[in-house]
């Protein structure tokens, strides 16, 4: 089993920054994915940024150019830089990792709202 833990989240003005952190604990060494998911209030959770083991990233048109996927292997830890917030990225950011067991693992979810 693997374990995630996110934090980072909490209020930010538009055009601020956030960093959101994903601790994983386990079986990590099964993981060879893992990603950045969003849900706001009344909308289906969106994949938002994906990284792989070999360091290939993926990421939503709505962030491209403001949010950064990355991770350091020797924390195992993965990060997302959200810069240029903005009032429609405000959701849930679920942390995600996709294993060799064709089993996905998820967080519990960080509340990330911008507002002024």
């Known amino acids: 089993q693997v374990q995630l833990v996110e934090s980072g989240g909490g209020l930010v003005q538009p055009g601020g920054s956030l960093r959101l952190s994903c601790a994983a604990s386990?079986?990590?060494?099964?993981?060879?994915?893992m990603g950045w998911y969003r849900q706001a209030p009344g909308k289906r959770r969106e994949l938002v940024a994906r990284?792989?083991?070999?360091?290939?990233?993926y990421y939503a048109d709505s962030v491209k150019g403001r949010f950064t996927i990355s991770r350091d292997n020797a924390k195992n830890t993965m990060y997302l830089q959200m810069n240029s917030l903005k009032p429609e990225d405000t959701a849930v950011y679920y942390c995600?990792?996709?294993?060799?067991?064709?089993?996905?693992?998820w967080g519990q979810g960080t509340q990330v709202t911008v507002s002024s």
């Open positions: 990284i792989t083991s070999g360091g290939t990233t």
């Open positions: 995600n990792a996709d294993t060799t067991s064709s089993y996905a693992y």
């Open positions: 386990g079986s990590i060494f099964s993981i060879y994915a």
